[in-house]
């Protein structure tokens, strides 16, 4: 394996961990509807567990309220129990083929616990970039150890893998950021 190939799968799986920092921050409830917040939930249909995505279509006709529409009106009955037993906090109102979830307001309370959850999620998406960072540092290592770098080269690799690192963990906070003045905004 070469020092680029090693940078560049690094890099891919920094890329992917920061992905799945943005999805998790996502489906934390801000008091404003999101689609983000009920598309994974998942339903009991056709004898077989799916996302609710892959059963409805999913809108946000005003900020406080998530509508969703099922394709198969024999499932709105199993839509409406799946959103009841989620962790979200919020209760469907069956309305014909129409499912209404009307998002409630945050109390202070409520929003630090969620601020709470929001700065776990981002130490968690740090902690999995120090540890691609680690890997990468690693597999670096054992080239110049197997003489295919030399001394400069796997120097130079460190820093440039300790800036990709520095620009992931900046992302990851400036996310946090956006996303706790969204929670905490009054």
């Known amino acids: 394996m070469s020092l680029q190939a090693v940078l560049d799968e690094m890099e891919e799986k920094m890329m992917k961990t920061l992905e799945v920092v943005h999805h998790e921050f996502s489906t934390v409830r ?3 509807a999101s689609t983000s917040l009920v598309e994974n939930i998942a339903v009991e249909a056709y004898g077989a567990q799916m996302r609710l995505r892959e059963v409805a279509g999913i809108s ?3 900020p406080r309220l998530i509508v969703i529409q099922p394709w198969d009106a ?8 799946a959103i009841q037993k989620s962790e979200l906090g919020i209760n ?3 309305d014909g083929k129409l499912i209404r979830i009307p998002i409630p307001q945050l109390d202070q309370e409520r929003r630090k616990e969620l601020d709470k959850v929001c ?7 740090r902690i999995a970039i120090r540890n691609e960072r680690r ?3 690693e597999a670096a290592k054992k080239l110049q150890k197997d ?6 080269e796997l120097k130079h690799a460190e820093k440039q893998i300790q800036q990709k690192t520095d620009d992931y963990i900046k992302e990851i906070d400036t996310t946090l950021a956006h996303k706790e003045k969204e929670i905490l905004a009054v």
């Open 30 to 32: 801000t008091g404003k």
């Open 60 to 62: 946000t006709p005003e």
């Open 74 to 81: 024999t499932l709105v009955q199993a839509i409406a129990h």
């Open 92 to 94: 469907p109102v069956v």
């Open 119 to 125: 700065k776990k999620l981002a130490e968690d998406g």
């Open 135 to 137: 890997h990468g540092i």
């Open 147 to 152: 003489g295919k770098i030399t001394e400069d």
